[in-house]
Structures are given as C-alpha cells and as structure tokens.
C-alpha cells in the first residue's frame, strides 16, 4: 500500500516558483481591458426581491506596464426581476437604473415598447447578457480596492467597473 507521500514523491515536476510581481496589487486608477469571461448567479435578496448578478471578467491590456495580461472581477451588476404588472410584463423602476447604464455603455440594444397608461408611456425592455454579447469588448475599466476581513487576517482585493467601450468602434470588438 502506498500512502500520499509515495503518491506525490512521483510527478515528475516537483518546482514550485513565487513571482512578487504577481502579488502586487493592481494600482487604482483607469486601465484599458478587455472582457473575458462573464460569471452570472441568480440571487433572492435579503428583502426577497429575484435578481441576477453578473460579473465580468476584465484583462489588463498588453499596453498596462507591470500589470498587462491580469485579470481583475467586475463589482458586479445587478438585474432585478421586479413583480409582474396587470399585463404579465415586470416592470422595475431605481432598482434597474444601473443595469440599463452598464447595457447603454456596453451598445447593447433595448426595446422600447409602448404602454397604454393614463398617462401613456414608453418603458424599456432590459436583455438578459450572454457572454457571446460582450466577450473580446475592448473597454477601459476603473479600477478601486477592496477591503474584507477574512479567516487570515485582512485582504485587499482590486475590484473593477466599467468606464466605457473603447478603440472608437461602436461595439468594442477587435479589429481583425
């Protein structure tokens, strides 16, 4: 019978490398990036509203001295369902206001559609994301710390938000 020590004694590479640079955090401040990955969760908020979370994955450009190629989790945004009108459409009002501005940055398209009020009125319909809707976007992001206490003492941690699409095309797709 072997144990685990018999068991690791046989990979064949048994180096292990520490690189400083990698522990060092990204500095605050606006870096261009470009979109990843994409993360999403659904969630009932301690008020026991729906929602879903999505977070971005950013990666520094190769243009970002010291930090080109890291990869930096979006705060996250979220998209709340709201409760269902007399038509079967969930409208939301605030609550939704900051998904609508990360939808408009990225060019993402929204419906308008028309509602028979007394007044009458134009809402906007807000789509789901999928990563096929803004994977390989060139954007420029912003780039804040975090700090949270953990079961080792104190992290910081860089968080990222989205500032803009860039490279002046609409939708922030590379040029290939």
């Given at each position: 019978?072997?144990?685990?020590?018999?068991?690791?004694?046989?990979?064949?590479?048994?180096?292990?490398?520490?690189?400083?640079?990698?522990?060092?955090?990204?500095?605050?401040?606006?870096?261009?990036?470009?979109?990843?990955?994409?993360?999403?969760?659904?969630?009932?908020?301690?008020?026991?509203?729906?929602?879903?979370?999505y977070k971005p994955k950013y990666r520094l450009d190769d243009a970002v001295?010291?930090?080109?190629?890291?990869?930096?989790?979006?705060?996250?945004?979220?998209?709340?369902?709201?409760?269902?009108?007399?038509?079967?459409?969930?409208?939301?009002?605030?609550?939704?206001?900051?998904?609508?501005?990360?939808?408009?940055?990225?060019?993402?398209?929204?419906?308008?559609?028309?509602?028979?009020?007394?007044?009458?009125?134009?809402?906007?319909?807000?789509?789901?994301?999928?990563?096929?809707?803004?994977?390989?976007?060139?954007?420029?992001?912003?780039?804040?710390?975090?700090?949270?206490?953990?079961t080792h003492g104190r992290n910081i941690t860089p968080v990222a938000t989205?500032?803009?699409?860039?490279?002046?095309?609409?939708?922030?797709?590379?040029?290939?």
């Open positions: 019978m072997s144990n685990v020590d018999d068991l690791l004694d046989n990979f064949e590479d048994e180096d292990v490398y520490y690189d400083p640079q990698m522990s060092t955090l990204v500095p605050e401040g606006s870096y261009p990036a470009k979109i990843v990955d994409l993360y999403s969760k659904r969630i009932n908020t301690q008020r026991g509203n729906r929602a879903l979370l001295r010291n930090y080109s190629g890291r990869d930096v989790q979006d705060a996250g945004i979220w998209r709340f369902f709201g409760t269902k009108d007399e038509n079967g459409r969930r409208i939301t009002g605030g609550s939704n206001a900051n998904y609508k501005r990360f939808l408009d940055k990225l060019h993402i398209p929204m419906e308008k559609v028309d509602v028979d009020d007394t007044p009458p009125r134009t809402i906007i319909k807000l789509p789901a994301i999928t990563k096929d809707m803004i994977l390989n976007k060139s954007v420029v992001i912003s780039i804040h710390h975090e700090e949270w206490q953990g989205l500032v803009r699409v860039r490279n002046g095309g609409v939708n922030g797709q590379e040029n290939t």
